[in-house]
């Protein structure tokens, strides 16, 4: 399956500690990223990522594009709600865009340990039966 990962700056530790702790589960699927987050991966869990843009350049609009081409099985964004800042990823065009098409996400650790359990145990097995966009990803 392929997971999407999305922090904010005031989030990579929480992140990090994340990937680390969930490694065994993440390593079965494709990473993807954007640019400083999935460096942040790679970096703390030695994890393989596929890295986009950094989210404030237009990584977050790479990763939306893949989220609407049913190309994205799961995001877990983990954003700051005391901080809007236009230089961090678009929180709302992610979540929208996972929304509008039936994308699991979570914007919080908690939220993202459910999804990760749940990608464990099978309970996203449904996503592999879907049709997928036969271009290539990036």
């Known amino acids: 399956m392929n997971i999407g990962i999305i922090a904010h700056n005031s989030k990579y530790i929480l992140i990090e500690d994340f990937c680390i702790a969930y490694k065994g589960v993440l390593a079965k699927h494709d990473l993807y990223a954007t640019g ?40 877990i964004f983990l954003y700051n709600p005391n901080m809007v800042n236009p230089k961090e990823p678009d929180l709302f065009s992610v979540v929208r865009a996972c929304d509008m098409n039936n994308i699991p996400c979570a914007t919080n650790i908690a939220s993202a340990e459910l999804l990760i359990m749940g990608l464990q145990r099978g309970d996203l097995d449904w996503r592999l039966s879907l049709e997928r966009p036969e271009e290539d990803i990036f």
């Open 36 to 75: 400083t987050t999935g460096r942040h991966v790679e970096a703390a869990a030695n994890l393989r990522v596929h890295k986009f843009l950094p989210g404030n350049i237009g990584g977050d609009k790479q990763f939306i594009e893949m989220i609407e081409r049913n190309a994205m099985d799961m995001v």
